[in-house]
């Protein structure tokens, strides 16, 4: 079983920044792929990125690509996303999951999310 914690959520303008974290219980996350979804109000739950376990060729969203990073710390039991030259369209509230599927459509574990809002 794998619990996640999502943190850095929150109000940014446009053209602005925030980082998420997600902290993640277990010993086994460093095997896990690991990533962020998203949904936004009235819309299909979306994969943001995905890291594999060994951080090597990380998998983004083509909304998101060249604006948005996301980095494991195995150490630390912790994923991270960066997100840069933030649109309105990002808002949404960000899920942390664990164990994606190969076709980053659905994960075995899921954090409770955190609401990111990108005002104009």
């Known amino acids: 079983q794998v619990q996640l914690v999502e943190s850095g959520g929150g109000l940014v303008q446009a053209g602005g920044s925030l980082r998420l974290s997600c902290a993640a219980s277990?010993?086994?996350?460093?095997?896990?792929?690991m990533g962020w979804f998203r949904q936004a109000p009235g819309k299909v739950r979306e994969v943001v990125a995905a890291?594999?376990?060994?951080?090597?060729?990380?998998y983004y969203a083509a909304s998101v690509k060249g604006r948005f990073t996301i980095s494991r710390d195995n150490a630390k039991n912790t994923v991270y996303l960066q997100m840069n030259s933030m649109k309105p369209e990002d808002t949404a509230v960000y899920y942390c999951a664990a164990d994606i599927f190969s076709d980053y459509n659905d994960a075995h574990y899921w954090g409770k999310g955190t609401l990111v809002t990108v005002s104009s």
């Open positions: 277990g010993r086994t996350f460093s095997m896990y792929t």
């Open positions: 890291i594999r376990a060994s951080g090597g060729n990380p």
